[in-house]
């Protein structure tokens, strides 16, 4: 089955600099590659997703590539605010069997 | 629209114990998934359940079961609790027919087995 790996565990990034979360999977089959945000205390939420017709997606300061062949995706946040402090998941889906597998996450830190 | 809706929040049982956590999904969303979180290992994937039938299943042992009723509200039981199922279960549904659709979390049912 599909399995995602996730770098660095922890980050710790000055305010305004930017971030970069690196995740590769095994599966090249799978097609759908959604980022999310878990504040403390909260749900898990969607903030950018990329399907593997694409290379690179933007949304203002968050923007997430794609390299099908070595099979790693990246999320890029520029600009880094204090709410970008919280833990932030990639995920791998393959149509083979449809399961949106997660990495272990990383705890990103916004130093003031 | 309401979004996933999951009880109870909070939970504390005792070694031996079985529990069943219930999940509402966003309403005409047909998939649940259900996911295990830890602090060390993340969002681990329990099982998914499309149109009552259990669609996948991740790599835990029998004592985790679930089902999906015709409304799609979806139950999770573990039988047998040990102390390392403490853990925030949490629920997330989507629309579920092709692949590569968006998840929608639930705010999760924290349980602790003491």
């Known amino acids: 089955g599909e399995n995602v790996e996730q770098h660095p565990s922890t980050l710790s990034v000055q305010e305004g600099d930017s971030a970069v979360i690196k995740c590769t999977y095994s599966?090249?089959?799978?097609?759908?590659f959604p980022w999310y945000k878990q504040e403390l205390g909260k749900r898990p939420q969607l903030i950018i997703d990329?399907?593997?017709?694409?290379g690179e997606k933007k949304d203002q300061r968050i923007a997430v590539t794609l390299n099908k062949t070595a099979k790693h995706f990246s999320l890029h946040i520029t600009e880094t605010q204090p709410e970008d402090s919280a833990v932030y998941f990639c995920?791998?889906?393959?149509?083979?069997?449809?399961?949106?597998?997660f990495g272990k996450g990383t705890r990103l830190h916004i130093l003031p | 629209k309401a979004g996933v809706t999951q009880t109870p929040r909070y939970l504390i049982k005792t070694r031996g114990q079985q529990v069943t956590l219930s999940c509402s999904p966003i309403?005409?969303?047909?998939?649940v998934s259900w996911y295990q979180q830890t602090p060390g290992q993340g969002l681990q994937f329990l099982f998914e359940?499309?149109?009552?039938?259990?669609?996948n299943k991740g790599n835990f042992p029998g004592r985790f079961s679930g089902r999906q009723f015709s409304n799609s509200r979806s139950e999770m039981n573990v039988s047998t609790l040990e102390l390392g199922d403490s853990a925030l279960y949490l629920c997330?549904?989507?629309?579920?027919?092709?692949?590569?659709?968006?998840?929608?979390f639930g705010e999760g049912s924290w349980l602790t087995v003491v």
């Open positions: 997330a549904s989507s629309g579920g027919q092709t692949s590569g659709n968006t998840i929608y």
């Open positions: 599966d090249s089959a799978s097609n759908y």
């Open positions: 990329i399907r593997s017709n694409v």
């Open positions: 995920a791998a889906s393959s149509p083979r069997d449809d399961k949106i597998i």
């Open positions: 309403s005409g969303h047909r998939s």
């Open positions: 359940y499309f149109s009552e039938t259990q669609r």
